[in-house]
Nanobody
């Protein structure tokens, strides 16, 4: 499967953005999908994931309440809604897919990665 992330841009603190991760391939519904982000000089960190059917989501504690991940398998797209954005949310956001049922931050489990989309939050 190939992934393409989009929807990034410049937003003021307190604003919202919705990122999209569009997939190619017929078996998209067979993959769990996660979002990660990487700020300059920092390691890539996990922000959210969703299961094959979209029925279960997972967020690290630090992200709960401001982020919402969802998927539309008919459109082969996963979304990341981000609200109340802060300058520290500035990063390149990547989507990734795994053919396992894994949900969580272990980057090595994800087989496919999109190219990333830049989110910049101004203060």
């Amino acid at each position: 499967v190939q992934l393409q992330a989009s929807g990034g841009g410049l937003v003021q603190a307190g604003g919202s953005l919705r990122l999209s991760c569009a997939a190619s391939g017929r078996t998209f519904s067979s993959y769990s999908v996660g979002w990660f982000r990487q700020a300059p000089g920092k390691e890539r960190e996990f922000v959210a994931s969703v299961t094959l059917s979209g029925g279960t989501t997972y967020y690290p504690t630090s992200m709960k309440g401001r982020l919402s991940i969802s998927r539309d398998n008919a459109k082969k797209t996963v979304y990341l809604q981000m609200n109340s954005l802060k300058p520290e949310d500035t990063a390149v956001y990547y989507c990734a897919a795994t053919s396992t049922r894994y949900q969580g931050p272990d980057k090595t489990v994800y087989d496919y990665w999109g190219q990333g989309t830049l989110v910049t939050v101004s203060s």
